[in-house]
């Protein structure tokens, strides 16, 4: 069997293109990772109500349907990782923000056709979100960072590096409001400067902001145990 044609149910293999018979009937995972041939209809013929972990890591060739299926048809999802995925757009990840109010784990890394609104939809209607990768979205500015910030005050990660529109704001808003958060990555943001806030951030495990233009950095970080 080639890796295209591998797909993961609750973490057991089965042949994608031999009928799935070996596949549970209520599947909780679905995991499609790196099959960058795989279409939408491929995708969406193997959801169901029972899922909550979607992972279509790199699957390259899937549009907004796919994730828009995902939105209908699976209203307890908790993770959605759909990295790399290059055709997913704003209107896919509302609706998913829209239907799944039990986000906890949201990977959009590399979907650089996403804007502000849709952050902002996932801000207003997943408060439970723990987890955020948006690395090298570079459409994103402070405005649906400090909605993450203001409305998702259980986040534990935060990945926005390569996001080159935002600022020492954000990571204001974050200190201000997550301050459970454990891990922050702002890498390659053009940062001019750290906020005097982020020694508030107590249970900061990992700060990585390297390539940015920082000139000096707030005194307060020698608070951070890391």
């Given amino acids: 069997m080639e890796i295209d044609e591998i797909v993961r149910f609750d973490g057991r293999i089965v042949d994608f293109h031999g009928g799935l018979e070996d596949a549970p009937d209520e599947p909780r995972t679905l995991e499609l990772e790196e099959l960058e041939l795989v279409p939408d209809e ?3 013929r193997l959801l169901t109500p029972a899922g909550k972990t979607v992972i279509l890591t790199r699957c390259e060739n899937i549009t907004d349907a796919s994730i828009a299926a995902v939105a209908e048809t699976c209203p307890y999802l908790d993770t959605l990782v759909v990295a790399y995925c290059k055709y997913i757009t704003d209107a896919s990840v509302t609706a998913v923000a829209g239907n799944c109010s039990q986000l906890e784990f949201l990977d959009v890394s590399h979907c650089s056709n996403l804007t502000n609104a849709s952050i902002m939809a996932v801000a207003e209607n997943c408060s439970c979100l723990e987890w955020l990768q948006a690395r090298s979205c570079s459409n994103l500015t402070d405005t649906s960072i400090v909605a993450i910030a203001e409305n998702c005050s259980k986040l534990r ?5 390569h ?28 940062l001019t400067a750290l906020p005097a806030i982020i020694g508030k951030l107590s249970k900061l495990d990992s700060l990585c902001a390297a390539n940015n233009q920082l000139e000096e950095l707030p005194r307060s970080i020698v608070e951070l145990d890391i």
């Fill in 42 to 44: 491929g995708v969406i």
């Fill in 157 to 161: 990660l935060l990945d926005v590096s």
């Fill in 163 to 190: 996001c080159s529109k935002l600022t020492h704001v954000s990571i204001a808003a974050v200190a201000e409001h997550c301050r459970g958060l454990t891990y922050l990555y702002v890498n390659n943001c053009g």
